[in-house]
C-alpha cells in the first residue's frame, strides 16, 4: 500500500514507514529517550528531504513524549517551577533554532550542520553513556550496589545572580544555568529535530544537581512543549510539517512504544545504558562516515525556497 | 537561423504556388490521451499518451522514415540551485554553487531517432529541444570562483544529470512511433515525483532538418481531494496545520498510553 505525502511530494509504502515508525517507538520505550536522533536520519536516509524529516520528526517527539509526561506529572514526579523556568529558554532557543534552519537553507549549508551537529553531540554523548554503562555495570559485578553520587559539591554555578527557590527540587540556584540550558536544548532540537532529553538530562543531574527522581518528568515535560513549539513553528516558517508522514510515524511508534517499555522492565538499567550508548555512537560513526567518504556525486540540486 | 529565413519565406510561397498544388505542405496535429491529471493520495506516477498525425503525408509506409517528431512535455519552469561539494579540512562541504533563473521543472523528450540528428544544433536551441539544448539562464546570485565556460558547462551537466536520476528529466531517443503513413504516438511517463503544476506537450514536425509545423498543448497536473485540503492548508493556514499536527501527536501519544495502561 502506498500513499503519497502532500508535502514531501513522493509516494511512499505505508508499511515500511510504520514499521519505522514502531522500531524507533521500541527503542525510545527501551532506553526512555524520545527517538527523535534515530528518526530524523533514518528518514533522510529513505530518501525524505532533510529538511522535512527534521520537521516532522519534531512531531513526532511531541507524540512520544506526551503520554510519559502525563504519567510522571500523575505520580508526582514534575518539578514544575523548574520545569517552566527552563521552558522559558527553551522557548526562545527554539524560536532562534527555527530561524538558523531558514538561514541555513537557503545558504545550502542545512544539510551539513545538521550532520556535524548530530557527529559531535551523538559522538560526545554516546560515549558518555556507554563508558558510564560499562563502569556501572563493573561496579554493580563487583560490589552487588550501585554507588550513589557524592552531594553537596560546590562550584561556580552557585555563585551566579537571579537566585529562586525551587522547592520541589529542594534547590535554591540561580535561574540563568536552567534557562540557559533550556534555550541551549531548544535550539539544537530545532535544528536537528530531535527532543534532546539524551542531553538534557544529563545536563539536569550533573550541572542542576536536581533529584534523580525528578530528572525524567520533568525533562518530558518541557520537551513535550518545546517539540510542539517547534513543530508549529517549523510549519509557519519553513512549510516542512508533513502531516501525512507525521501520522503514520506516530501510529507505529506509539504501539512500538508500550512493548519497548515492557522489555525495558525486564532488564538491568547499566545494559540499557551501555546499548543506548552504542546505538548513539552507531548513528554518530554514519553519519562521520558521509561526511569524510567522497560523496557519490559532488553535486546536488536544491529548489530555490519560494521560488515555485 | 535567420540567414536562412529569405529561404524558408521561398519555400513557403513555393509551397502555395500553382506548380506545386498536387504536392500541398505537410503540417502536424496532436493531443495528448489527459488532459487533466489528479495527484491523489494513491498518486504513484501515471504515463501520459501523446499521438497525432501528419496532414498531407507522403510518406509511403511508417518504417519510411520521411518524418521526424520530438514530443516535448515541459513543466512548469522554476529557479533551481547546483551546489558543488569539495574537500575542505578532510570533510566534503559545499562551496560551490550556481543559480539558474528558470529551468524546466520536469521534462520528458521522445522522438523518432535521436534529436541531434534530426535538426542542427541552431534549430534545436531556439526551441529548447533536447537537455542539451533546454534554456537555462544562469544568475548573477551564484557562488563560485571561476566564471568561465567550463565550468558552467560541469554545473549544467550536473543539473541535468540529477534530474534524470530523480526521473523527472526522461529521453526516449525512438519513444516517437508511426503507426500508419501519418498516424503517431508517444508515451510519456510521470514519475510519483512529478512537480505539480501545469505541463505543457510540444509536437515538432521535422522533415530532413527542417521544421513543418509545431503543435502545443496544455495538460494540468494537479492535487486532488485530500492531497489538496492538506497542501493548501500548510500553505496559507501554516499556524492552524502546525497546532493540528501536535494536537494530532499529543492525541495519539495519550490515546496509546491510555489503551495500554496496565491494571493498576
Redesign the interface.
Same mark, same amino acid.
Given at each position: 500500500m502506498? *500513499?503519497?505525502l502532500?508535502?514531501a511530494?513522493? &509516494?511512499v509504502s505505508v508499511l515500511v514507514y510504520l514499521a519505522l515508525g514502531m522500531s524507533i517507538g521500541f527503542l525510545s520505550g527501551l532506553f526512555g529517550v524520545g527517538g527523535g536522533f534515530l528518526l530524523m536520519p533514518l528518514l533522510t536516509f529513505l530518501g525524505v528531504p532533510s529538511a522535512v524529516a527534521v520537521a516532522t520528526s519534531a512531531? %513526532?517527539v511531541?507524540? &512520544?513524549?506526551? &503520554?510519559?509526561a !502525563?504519567?510522571h506529572y500523575q505520580r508526582g514526579n514534575v518539578d514544575i517551577k523548574m520545569g517552566l523556568v527552563m521552558l522559558a529558554g527553551g522557548l526562545s532557543g527554539t524560536y532562534i533554532g527555527v530561524g538558523a534552519v531558514k538561514i541555513l537553507r537557503q545558504a545550502?549549508?542545512f544539510d551539513?550542520t545538521v550532520a556535524i551537529m548530530y557527529v559531535v553531540f551523538l559522538g560526545i554523548v554516546g560515549t558518555i553513556i556507554l563508558v558510564e554503562g560499562i563502569n556501572a555495570s563493573r561496579r554493580v559485578k563487583a560490589t552487588g550496589v550501585v554507588a550513589s553520587r557524592k552531594s553537596g559539591q560546590h562550584n561556580w554555578l552557585e555563585g551566579l545572580p537571579f537566585k529562586m527557590r525551587f522547592p520541589r527540587s529542594k534547590l535554591y540556584m540561580s535561574v540563568l544555568p536552567p534557562i540557559v540550558i533550556g534555550m541551549f536544548i531548544g535550539c539544537m532540537s530545532a535544528i536537528m529535530g530531535i527532543g534532546g532529553g539524551f542531553v538534557i538530562i544529563p545536563a539536569m543531574i550533573y550541572l542542576l544537581r536536581m533529584p534523580t527522581g525528578l530528572v525524567i518528568g520533568t525533562s518530558l515535560f518541557q520537551i513535550?512543549f518545546v517539540a =510542539?513549539l517547534a513543530?508549529? *513553528? %517549523?510549519?509557519?516558517e519553513n512549510?516542512t #510539517?508533513d !502531516?501525512?508522514l507525521?501520522?503514520i510515524l506516530?501510529?507505529g511508534g506509539? #504501539?512500538g512504544?508500550?512493548f519497548g517499555t515492557m522489555v525495558g522492565e525486564k532488564l538491568r538499567g547499566e545494559h540499557l545504558r551501555v546499548l543506548l550508548g552504542a546505538v548513539i555512537l552507531l548513528v554518530a560513526a554514519r553519519m562521520a562516515f558521509d *561526511?569524510?567518504?567522497?560523496?557519490e556525486?559532488?553535486?546536488? *540540486? =536544491? =529548489?530555490?525556497a519560494g521560488?515555485? | 537561423m535567420l540567414r536562412y529565413l529569405p529561404a524558408v519565406v521561398a519555400l513557403v510561397f513555393c509551397a502555395v504556388g500553382p506548380a506545386l498544388a498536387d504536392a500541398p505542405k505537410e503540417s502536424v496535429e496532436a493531443d495528448a490521451s489527459t488532459r487533466q491529471v489528479a495527484i491523489t493520495s494513491s498518486f504513484t506516477g501515471t504515463e501520459i499518451l501523446v499521438f497525432g498525425a501528419v496532414e498531407n503525408s507522403v510518406q509511403p509506409s511508417p518504417e519510411a522514415g520521411t518524418y521526424d517528431v520530438i514530443v516535448v512535455v515541459e513543466g512548469i519552469p522554476a529557479p533551481v540551485v547546483v551546489r558543488m561539494k569539495s574537500r575542505v579540512g578532510g570533510i566534503w562541504v559545499n562551496t560551490q554553487s550556481m543559480r539558474f533563473a528558470s529551468v524546466p521543472s520536469y521534462y520528458a523528450i521522445a522522438s523518432t531517432r535521436p534529436v541531434d540528428e534530426v535538426a542542427d544544433r541552431a534549430v534545436l536551441d531556439a526551441h529548447g529541444i533536447g537537455f542539451d539544448h533546454v534554456r537555462m539562464v544562469r544568475t548573477a546570485l551564484s557562488r563560485t570562483d571561476a566564471t568561465d565556460d567550463a565550468t558552467l558547462q560541469a554545473f549544467k551537466q550536473a543539473l541535468i544529470r540529477l534530474k534524470e536520476q530523480e526521473r523527472v528529466y526522461v529521453k526516449s531517443d525512438f519513444g516517437v512511433s508511426f503507426i500508419g503513413r501519418s498516424l503517431f504516438r508517444a508515451t510519456i511517463a510521470l514519475p510519483p515525483n512529478v512537480p505539480v503544476g501545469p505541463l505543457t506537450a510540444h509536437v515538432y514536425l521535422f522533415k530532413e532538418g527542417k521544421m513543418l509545423g509545431e503543435y502545443s498543448n496544455r495538460v494540468m497536473l494537479q492535487r486532488e481531494g485530500i492531497e489538496r485540503y492538506i497542501h493548501e492548508a500548510a500553505m496559507s493556514q501554516p499556524l492552524i496545520y502546525g497546532i493540528v499536527t501536535v494536537l494530532l501527536a499529543a492525541g495519539s501519544g495519550l490515546a496509546a498510553a491510555f489503551a495500554f495502561r496496565k491494571p493498576a
Open positions: 502506498t *500513499l503519497y502532500p508535502i511530494e513522493m &509516494s512531531s %513526532h511531541v507524540a &512520544s513524549s506526551v &503520554s510519559g !502525563i504519567t545550502g549549508y551539513f513535550v =510542539a513543530t508549529i *513553528l %517549523h510549519a509557519v512549510k #510539517v !502531516i501525512v507525521a501520522l506516530i501510529a506509539v #504501539v512504544a508500550q *561526511l569524510v567518504m567522497p560523496p556525486d559532488v553535486f546536488s *540540486l =536544491a =529548489a530555490v521560488g515555485s | -
